[in-house]
């Protein structure tokens, strides 16, 4: 069966620091893959996604950047956090149907200080 | 563009009440459509889903039909527990493209007191 992990589970980080945050899936091969970010007691909000090695699409204009090294691994990094960086960010992959759901990790905590 | 439009609450409940959160949808082409749940702290998971008009999706007391007349998917239950008490997404995927994206509603925040 596929699993996805996402960590670390809770970060918290000073303003003006990098950001490295990785997301790898299980028992599938080439997923369609997502970067989500979820502020305090708000709706879901797409970052990135990816269809392919190397392939991302940005869906807002950030402080933020993805990229996808192998087939399976999604990371989200940043060089300088800001405040407004602060919030819980998902991943989740799909087999590349519209009919087959997303499937999420446990998400990442991500505190700015 | 897609759009989807849910009650946004938040909705208080005893418990074995019956439970109704609001979800239409706007769409160019012919989505399948899903919601989802989110315990306290935890990620997204997929309660049910239905790909096409009629079709109706269930899973642990919870039910949603496809109403393209309406462009609907109200999701409900007969009696809901305590720990139904989450946040609750409805969402759809259109067909279009090969990138699958969801389009999510903003959340409906669910509790269930005893």
């Known amino acids: 069966s596929q699993t996805i992990h996402q960590w670390p589970a809770t970060l918290v980080q000073p303003v003006g620091s990098p950001l490295s945050l990785e997301c790898t899936v299980e028992?599938?091969?080439?997923?369609?893959l997502y970067w989500y970010r979820q502020a305090a007691g708000r709706g879901l909000q797409l970052l990135f996604y990816?269809?392919?090695?190397?392939?991302i699409s940005s869906e807002v204009p950030q402080n933020l950047s993805a990229s996808r090294p192998q087939d399976r691994q999604f990371i989200l990094s940043s060089k300088k956090l800001l405040l407004s960086d602060s919030g819980f960010y998902l991943c989740?992959?799909?087999?590349?149907?519209?009919?087959?759901?997303?499937?999420f990790g446990d998400g990442t905590r991500l505190s700015i200080l | 563009g897609n759009s989807v439009t849910q009650m946004e609450g938040p909705v208080t409940l005893s418990e074995e009440a019956f439970l109704t959160i609001n979800c239409t949808y706007t769409?160019?082409?012919?989505?399948?459509l899903f919601w989802y749940v989110q315990y306290p702290g935890e990620g997204l998971q997929l309660l049910l889903k239905?790909?096409?008009?009629?079709d109706k999706g269930s899973n642990k007391g919870f039910e949603a039909t496809y109403r393209k007349e309406t462009t609907s998917f109200h999701l409900e239950k007969g009696s809901v527990q305590v720990s139904d008490s989450a946040v609750y997404f409805c969402?759809?995927?259109?067909?279009?493209?090969?990138?699958?994206?969801?389009?999510f509603g903003k959340g409906t925040l669910l509790t269930v007191n005893p």
């Open positions: 969402a759809l995927s259109d067909s279009g493209g090969s990138n699958y994206k969801l389009t």
């Open positions: 769409a160019t082409g012919y989505p399948s």
């Open positions: 028992g599938t091969s080439n997923p369609n």
């Open positions: 989740a992959w799909s087999a590349g149907t519209a009919a087959l759901p997303q499937h």
């Open positions: 239905a790909t096409k008009a009629d």
């Open positions: 990816s269809v392919g090695i190397g392939q």
